[in-house]
């Protein structure tokens, strides 16, 4: 055998076993949906921890393959496929002031899509007067100039983002919006188009000088809840994700219900609120077992940045049992990642509404895990074994 076969073979060789060590890409989940009636009847939440083929994930690199099959599946069966990020983001201000008796400045800004000019939404934002980078949380809003709650979010030395979410998507069936009407290839449902809408405003975030882009919160109540974790679990660059009272399609288990309970098939109906999710979600109603998830796999998504889930006690329509057991059954993923205690809950007393106690809950949580002060009436899900 001649010096250059040999030398070729070594190289072949070579190549080969380098190649038997590079990890499994975590874009290539190893999943395809299956047909209603081929899905296994599952009575308990379906186990995160086990890929869809049956074997453990036991490594972080195994989450990240893992995580992929996860978002596969809610996208698929519950909230539908959303376009990826646009090349630009254009910004507009149209006004600049104070708010009476304040030092807090407001920016009121248009945001448009580069590439779709239709697409576009308002936003304000909020700031005390200070010139350092600052942490930021955004919130949806049906529209804006709810500023009762800026005081509370500025006074921490935060930003304060709104964003009016039916600019994209009206709150409404049978109603295609302008996003959905500029991306008629993708078969996102409202939620997921207001998710993106969130991702956005980040990318937004990013081209301000002001902005702490290490600190970005996201925060919801009932529909906008849902939007939260679904944005949280979609956008890493979330780096804190709070949903309060957010329910059936949010924190709460389609499994586990008890009385007076908001249930799939409820809110799935054509008459209610069916178009914040994809078609196929409504099969499910009346056959929960057959979901090839629950709710913790969205929680899981957001893991291991710092998730809180708050609930009122009496609201049993938003389910704050099933919001404990999928933060439960998530619990093992924050583990695994070596984020033990950024799986939090809280309850207070009192019914579906998102009250200064509520806010100063997340905010407490907010600074916790920003900057390491510990609050003494939030727990992390471990606390509540």
């Known amino acids: 055998m001649s010096a250059r076969i ?6 072949v060789s070579w190549i080969s076993q380098r190649a038997m060590l590079v990890p499994l890409r975590a874009e290539e989940p190893n999943w395809e949906p299956r047909p209603f009636d081929k899905l296994p009847i599952v009575e308990t939440l379906p186990d995160l921890l086990n890929f869809e083929d049956g074997k453990p994930v036991v490594t972080k ?3 990240l393959r893992r995580r992929k099959e996860l978002q596969a599946i809610l996208e698929y069966y519950a909230y539908g496929h959303s376009p990826p990020r646009p090349a630009t983001i254009h910004s507009e201000t149209t006004r600049i002031s104070t708010l009476p008796d304040s030092t807090i400045s407001e920016e009121l800004i248009t945001l448009s899509v580069a590439e779709h000019k239709a697409v576009r939404f308002r936003i304000a934002v909020y700031r005390p007067d200070t ?9 949806e809003e049906h529209a804006l100039g709810h500023t009762e709650e800026v005081p509370l979010v500025v006074g921490r030395e935060f930003m304060f983002v709104e964003f009016a979410r039916e600019d994209l998507a009206p709150d409404e069936a049978n109603v295609v919006g302008p996003a959905q009407a ?5 078969d996102w449902a409202t939620l997921a188009v207001w998710a993106w809408g969130a991702m956005r405003v980040v990318d937004y975030l990013e081209s301000r000088d002001d902005v702490d882009l290490t600190r970005i919160g996201i925060v919801g109540h009932s529909r906008g809840g849902k939007m939260s974790l679904l944005a949280g679990a979609l956008d890493q660059r979330f780096s804190l994700v709070a949903a309060n009272g957010s329910g059936a399609g ?5 499994r586990i219900q008890g009385k007076r309970v908001e249930t799939l098939e409820l809110i799935t109906r054509p008459d209610r609120f069916g178009y914040w999710f994809h078609p196929r979600l409504r099969q499910f109603a009346g056959h929960e077992s057959r979901l090839p998830f629950d709710q913790h796999f969205l929680k899981a998504l957001v893991a291991p940045r710092a998730l809180i889930c708050t609930d009122a006690i009496d609201d049993q329509w938003a389910n704050p049992e099933g919001n404990r057991i999928t933060s439960k059954a998530a619990q093992p993923a924050f583990e695994l990642l070596g984020a033990k205690d950024h799986n939090s809950l809280r309850f207070r007393p009192g019914n579906h509404d998102l009250l200064a106690e509520d806010w100063n809950s997340i905010l407490d949580f ?3 895990h920003w900057y390491g002060n510990r609050p003494s009436d939030i727990k992390p899900y471990f606390d509540y074994r």
């Open 366 to 368: 907010a600074q916790w």
């Open 6 to 11: 040999i030398f070729i073979v070594l190289v």
């Open 250 to 254: 949010g924190a709460g288990s389609f």
């Open 131 to 139: 010139d350092k980078p600052l942490p930021v949380i955004v919130r």
């Open 61 to 63: 690199q195994d989450w």
């Open 182 to 186: 500029a991306y008629p290839e993708y």
